[in-house]
């Protein structure tokens, strides 16, 4: 009910295979630089009041909603906060803990819940355009964000970023490094005025496979 809410802004990349489609259009030169932006704990973090004042506001604009359910916005929304109230436990030696805040870990209703409120974030940090920032290109998969932005920028956009939500969504920053960033699987690097890429392993990565 709520999937089709989603995915519908600009920035959204499906994952790391159409990033890599979008990028290799893009022109860049030396003024430009590649950086990316991390949300730190994303779904302990998500303000929920705040996520389902919007889950209510979008179902009830959703002209396509009765097509897909007779539940009301409100009861959907309803259900929604059941879920990630009743949802929010964990196991941990033996002894079962409430998580007071954001997003249950491992409920498949989180990763949805997260990307209607990072959207949110998004309509509220940028409501005349990303070119505000000097920001060139722009794209989020979940809380990881990849940037082409106007040297000196970078910190500008980091601490706007962090200003929408401060209490509650903080975002870190990766800068490229002698013309490269890694980012999700990819390891973006430029080459003249384009950029290329290649499959990113983390340096702790030992190319073992378990067993099966």
């Not at 009830?60 to 990630?84: G, I, N, Q, W």
């Not at 989180?110 to 060139?136: C, D, Q, T, W």
Request: aromatic share 12%; net charge positive; proline share 5%.
């Amino acid at each position: 009910m709520l999937k089709p809410l989603t995915g519908k802004r600009n920035s959204h990349t499906e994952n790391s295979a159409s990033l890599v489609t979008e990028i290799r259009t893009l022109e860049i030169d030396n003024e430009d630089i590649l950086v990316s932006y991390d949300v730190k704990d994303l779904f302990t973090s998500i303000p929920l009041d705040i996520t389902y004042t919007i889950i209510l506001d979008t179902l009830s604009k959703d002209a396509l909603l009765k097509d897909r359910t007779k539940l009301s916005p409100y009861h959907l929304t309803e259900l929604v906060k059941f879920c990630m109230k009743e949802g929010n436990f964990f196991h941990w030696k033996r002894t079962f803990f409430c998580q007071k805040r954001g997003a249950p870990m491992g409920s498949p209703l989180s990763p949805i819940v997260a990307e209607i409120f990072m959207e949110h974030l998004e309509e509220r940090a940028f409501p005349y355009g990303i070119a505000e920032y000097n920001v060139k290109f722009f794209k989020r998969y979940v809380d990881d964000v990849f940037a082409i932005v106007k040297k000196g920028q970078e910190d500008r956009l980091l601490n706007h970023l962090n200003s929408i939500f401060p209490h509650d969504i903080q975002f870190t920053i990766e800068k490229e490094s002698r013309g490269r960033l890694p980012f999700l699987d990819l390891l973006i690097i430029r080459h003249g005025t384009k950029l290329k890429t290649t499959v990113y392993r983390k340096p702790t990565n030992s190319g073992k496979y378990l067993n099966f």
